[in-house]
């Protein structure tokens, strides 16, 4: 261990200049030295990702406009951050530099643009690369030491677009080596580069992901997720009425709860952590007294339901075949068609003559069930929602299920799965059950 943490801000937390300044405060209130993970500012990605559309779908007027509303945005945040006029002024430049590179990329010959090219992606990372330099230099002015460090000269995928951790170590500890005497280092969540050294990205979210793939390379002591809420909640607050903060979650849990739609962490944020036990600590920028939720190796001793999460854009896929009875060996076909086109299958249910999956990734879908077809009567559901409880120990639980199903008589339900994990219930449901299904189980499992 390093002995160092990792405090990543997200996009409300910095997305505001007086947000930029509680930032400042709490990094000279924590103690030893940090790295300081930074979101775009709010909105940021959703307009470049709107500007790059503008340029794909070859719309030169959209995209000027994007850029304006954005650099109005920019100029004006950047006049509030400062006050001194040589930093106004610095501020200023700064945010001249970044849009001539914006309208410079829009420049390009029209109609040429895609979503997967060089020039997008560029354009998704120059978020993150402006709210730390603008962070930068806020920390500068109040003469606060701090350096930054640049997420392009160390963090990377490879061709399966998996971060490459042990070259990430490798690269950062050098990099740490050179700015000893710093406690304050600045980098920028979400921004990568790829096998062919291109600018990349971690997905939309990732820089929860980039904050714990560098607690884990740097074996951090601890790595804390600073945004707009008191922690993780029990159900999703922005379709449900009531929700309350957990106190603490097992990495398995929280992993879960991740993966299946707590849009709070990023899918795979505790992923790395995990790996190297790092614990990771979510907390609100908005309220520093609130507890937070504590993410760690130490099993909860209660058992029973924690939380629910959903997961929206899910396809199920129902393969029929009396080849299936008494047959070894039918499965793995299945599964070997979905390895083929590289599509990960979340839920699984089988009978003796069907076996139903679903997938949240359905751009090979066209190939996958050309595949299938082979082998069997093939029905598919799109528009599903995973609707995910997780909790510990939950098979103990005597009351579980049956609280789930009288929890959810009014709702029809495609899929259920138990028994994988000793803490998950999922349950398929169409998409437009979800706000119904979320508030029946909120009352059923947690009495609220
Ligand atoms: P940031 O910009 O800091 O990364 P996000 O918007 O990505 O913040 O994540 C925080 C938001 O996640 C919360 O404002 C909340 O609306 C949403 N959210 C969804 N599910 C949960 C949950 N179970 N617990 C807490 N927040 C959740
Ligand atoms: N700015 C990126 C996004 O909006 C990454 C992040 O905020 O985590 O998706
Ligand atoms: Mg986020």
């Not at 058992?303 to 393969?319: E, H, N, P, S």
């Not at 939950?394 to 029809?412: G, Q, W, Y």
Request: charged share 25%.
């Amino acid at each position: 261990m390093t002995g160092m943490i990792v405090m990543k801000f997200g996009g409300t937390s910095v997305g505001k200049p007086e947000r930029m300044r509680t930032i400042a405060g709490l990094l000279q209130q924590t103690p030893g030295r940090k790295i300081v993970v930074l979101s775009a500012l709010s909105g940021t990605t959703n307009a470049l990702v709107r500007l790059g559309d503008a340029l794909v779908a070859n719309k030169p007027q959209d995209a000027a406009k994007e850029i304006e509303a954005l650099e109005d945005h920019y100029r004006k945040f950047t006049d509030d951050l400062y006050v001194i006029d040589a930093f106004k002024a610095i501020g200023q430049e700064i945010i001249s530099r970044y849009f001539s590179l914006f309208r410079l990329l829009s420049a390009g010959s029209p109609g040429s643009y895609q979503h997967d090219d060089r020039t997008y992606r560029e354009l998704l990372a120059q978020g993150e690369l402006m709210s730390t330099e603008l962070f930068y230099h806020h920390l500068q002015e109040i003469k606060v030491p701090a350096r930054l460090l640049p997420a392009l000269h160390f963090m990377s995928i490879d061709e399966n677009q998996e971060p490459e951790l042990d070259k990430i170590s490798s690269r950062i500890s050098p990099l740490l080596d050179t700015m000893q005497s710093v406690d304050i280092l600045i980098t920028q969540g979400y921004i990568c580069r790829n096998h062919l050294n291109e600018i990349d990205n971690l997905k939309r979210g990732g820089s929860d992901y980039t904050a714990s793939l560098i607690g884990a390379a740097i074996r951090a002591s601890e790595v804390q997720i600073w945004t707009d809420i008191d922690g993780m909640h029990n159900n999703d607050p922005r379709v449900v009425n009531k929700t309350i903060p957990i106190a603490a979650l097992t990495f398995d849990e929280a992993s879960e709860l991740a993966y299946f739609g707590a849009k709070i962490l990023h899918p795979s944020t505790i992923v790395p952590a995990q790996k190297y036990g790092v614990p990771v600590l979510l907390k609100n920028t908005m309220d520093e007294a609130a507890l937070g939720t504590l993410i760690s190796d130490k099993s909860s001793s209660s058992v029973g339901v924690k939380a629910i999460a959903a997961k929206d854009g899910i396809t199920a896929v129902r393969i029929r075949s009396s080849r299936m009875l008494l047959a070894y060996g039918f499965l793995r076909k299945v599964f070997e068609v979905f390895e083929k086109f590289k599509t990960p299958i979340d839920m699984i249910t089988t009978s003796e003559i069907a076996v139903s999956v679903t997938i949240d990734d359905a751009k090979n879908l066209p190939g996958i069930l050309e595949e299938l077809k082979t082998m069997g009567t093939i029905e598919t559901d799109s528009n599903q929602t995973i609707v995910c409880i997780v909790g510990n120990r939950l098979a103990e639980d005597k009351d579980v299920l049956s609280k789930v199903f009288t929890a959810l008589k009014t709702v029809p339900v495609r899929m259920v799965s138990f028994g994988g994990s000793p803490n998950n219930i999922s349950v398929l449901i169409e998409t437009k059950w979800k706000e119904k299904t979320l508030q029946l189980l909120n009352e059923g499992l947690f009495n609220l």
